[in-house]
């Protein structure tokens, strides 16, 4: 079974800094999706960012990348020049490509971004 | 573009009522749909996926139910609520299987 996990409860980034959020993942898998989502106190859950396990190079969506190091079986996510409105809680989820249909989700990573 | 709407947005309902909750997709044909739930704190449980019109699939045994009735309309219900069936409950769609799914807005649901 496939597992998610994101070490990181909180963060609190300054203005205008990047920022790193950690995800590390657990598949016997060759071929699966990995997702980042933004989730702000509305409760919406919204879509961010998505690396394919066998894409070569890492996805980036404006001021979002991810850096994918396959054999760790990491897929931070990096944040550029935050802002305020970047405050939410993030998820990373997988997907296996050969399985169900469901995304597993870690537990989240609550970011704070200070004035 | 795909737009996508659940309601009620927030519900308080008794122990031992029934439910039903709604979600709808506008602007595409044939997607996948799906239920989640996530308790306070915490991330998203799936409960449920369909890929068609009266095609469901469970992944989580409970005392809750899926029924998609028309393409582009999902219904969670429950005969009776439990206390635990308290949370956060979100719809999503996709285009294909295993594509990138986006969500509602959410139905809070507190049982008293």
């Known amino acids: 079974a496939q597992k998610i996990t994101q070490t990181q409860p909180g963060m609190f980034v300054q203005e205008k800094e990047a920022v790193t959020l950690d995800c590390t993942y657990d598949?016997?898998?060759?071929?699966?999706?990995l997702f980042w989502y933004k989730q702000p106190s509305s409760g919406e859950m919204i879509f961010l960012i998505y690396q394919g396990s066998y894409d070569e190079q890492n996805a980036t969506e404006g001021r979002y990348s991810l850096n994918f190091q396959k054999a760790r079986k990491s897929a931070n996510l990096v944040i550029s020049a935050s802002q305020l409105g970047d405050s939410a809680m993030y998820f990373c989820a997988m997907s296996l490509n050969f399985g169900n249909e469901k995304l597993t989700f870690g537990t989240g990573t609550r970011l704070t971004i200070i004035p | 573009s795909q737009t996508i709407h659940q309601w009620p947005a927030t519900l308080v309902q008794p122990v031992g009522s029934p439910l039903s909750l709604e979600c709808t997709v506008e602007g595409t044909s044939n997607p996948n749909l799906y239920w989640y739930r996530q308790a306070a704190g915490r991330g998203l449980q799936l409960l449920f996926y369909s890929v068609g019109i009266g095609q469901i699939s469970s992944e989580v045994p409970q005392n809750l139910s899926a029924s998609r009735p028309q393409d582009r309309q999902f219904i969670l219900s429950s005969k009776k609520l439990l206390l635990s069936d308290s949370g956060f409950y979100l719809c999503?769609?996709?285009?294909?299987?295993?594509?990138?799914?986006?969500f509602g807005p959410g139905t809070r649901l507190l049982v008293l």
């Open positions: 999503a769609w996709s285009l294909h299987r295993r594509g990138t799914q986006y």
């Open positions: 598949t016997s898998d060759q071929s699966y999706g």
